[in-house]
């Protein structure tokens, strides 16, 4: 139930308003020495250690923070999404992405229906379809193999599976089922995207998976009839049909499109784009890349994770902990972002996919009922593999700004690498700047210890680090499909946790509208000027001046042109 007080109005929260003040006063470097406090800041769950003991916070924090959740009625929350209430309530909708990943014998309800066997009937269609692609059984309008997909769509249609997709690439399984193969994802309506999405692919072997639920969303849609324009530039209009799939639940506007019903996977309306990639969003091109073996792996991953959220202690449950201490940065120390650092490029995509996931979620001025906050919630989320990452930003975390960081580490590379006489392999390399930098940055380095160092006196200032930076460590035992799904469905859960607590509404997002309806009136503006003469008329004096230099310097763009397609 939706409550009418705001979390921030609540006993808990003036408690930890006062306990901050106390926590300020204590340096990591005296909390990272009581033992006893940072063996209880260490948990294990299926192959994933967290240690948040360079968090600023005592056992004392934590029992404040639990009595939060309560207060919050956390845990209601938590059953209330699991049993497929209208949690998201400006769309009135269930909030069901975890059914996405639920064993085919699970009971989930959604207005009364269990999903469920909703859910396993399209991946079984997906695993069919994606089996006979890959095995040749269904081929292009010229019988040769489809042996390239490029997949369309943006947001949560593109930057999961992309994270999944890039992660997924080094692993030897993985990429050992993808010989041969290629997966492209076309997301941006700016024309380059297409040039290099088709660079070097013929559509004679090309597949496209359009990705829109409505089939209305316009980046997309421009996109997938430029798509639709190679392929019947090249191989005539009824060549569509064999070489265009969707992702779609609007059957009318599909076959419309050219595009057979019968080719078309469903998801539903309690799934939210940016948690999608579990659907047939993420689980159809990547099962045309990987195999439909290897996906499951990841949804299997990704459901271990749901059932250990939705049942774990809190004190043991890494989504919840996790999602907590957000929470505890963002609006008692008011901290505005967090460094999401994985030590491993594979996960190269992860922090721009939970940068949607959470800014997404998560960036609302507004509770649940519509009262405007008197407090921050979101964070602003961005990182880069380590050690890429410490020599670009770093500088920043270390001397600048207090920028709490999550550190991802990897136990077992995808793609070890051994030299004969090196001191330690590349791995190792790699893992020692993941165990060193969050120390440096809890414990820093003090003028005194430089003047031991005989470091110039004049430098010293420039060479003191203030330490006291908060961090968390995820150690993961290796990085296959698995493990992959479960650090995505970690994160999507700790994003709900901080909402759930915030007392928000995690799973819209109206934020995104106004711009999108902006941009409807600037599209006719440019049609009409551009095919009618008309001048720009009806925005402000700096909208005008700009969007006039724009048609001015661009005169040579014809009114009414034939069809041309970027060639690379």
Known sequence: MASSTLICETQPWKDLKSHVEDIKKTHLRELLSDTDRCKSMVVDFDGITLDYSRQRATPGTMDNLYNLAEAAHLKEKIDRMFNGEHINSTENRSVLHVALRAPRDAVMQSD???????????????????????????VGATGKALTDVISVGIGGSFLGPLFVHTALQTDPEASKCATGRQLRFLANVDPIDVARNTAGLKPETTLVV????????????????????????????SAVAKHMVAVSTNLTLVEKFGIDPNNAF??????????SVCSAVGVLPLSLQYGFTVVDKFLKGASSIDQHFYSAPFEKNLPVLL????VWNVSFFGYPARAILPYSQALEKFAPHIQQVSMESNGKGVSIDGKPLPFETGEIDFGEPGTNGQHSFYQLIHQG????CDFIGVVKSQQPVYLEGEVVNNHDELMSNFFAQPDALAYGKTPEELQKENV?????????????????SLLLSSLDAYKIGQLL???????AVQGFIWGINSFDQWGVELGKSLATQVRKQLHASRVKGEPVEGFNFSTTTMLTKYLKESLEVPANPPTILPRI
Do not use: C
């Not at 469920?116 to 269904?138: H, T, Y």
């Not at 999602?323 to 957000?326: H, T």
């Open 112 to 138: 009364g229906k269990n999903v469920v066997p909703d859910v396993w009937n399209v991946l079984d269609k997906i695993k069919d379809f994606s089996e006979r692609v890959r095995n040749g059984s269904w």
């Open 210 to 237: 359009v990705v829109s639920k409505t089939f209305t969303t316009a980046e997309t849609m421009l996109n997938a009839r430029t798509l639709r324009a190679w392929i019947s530039k090249e191989l005539g209009p």
């Open 266 to 275: 469903a998801f539903w309306d309690w799934v939210g784009g940016r948690y």
């Open 323 to 326: 999602g907590m201490l957000s």
């Open 401 to 404: 700004r207090v920028i709490p």
């Open 456 to 472: 110039l006196q004049h430098l010293i200032p420039h060479k003191t680090f203030s330490g006291n930076r908060p961090s968390l």
């Open 489 to 495: 469905a970690i994160y999507e859960h700790r994003v």
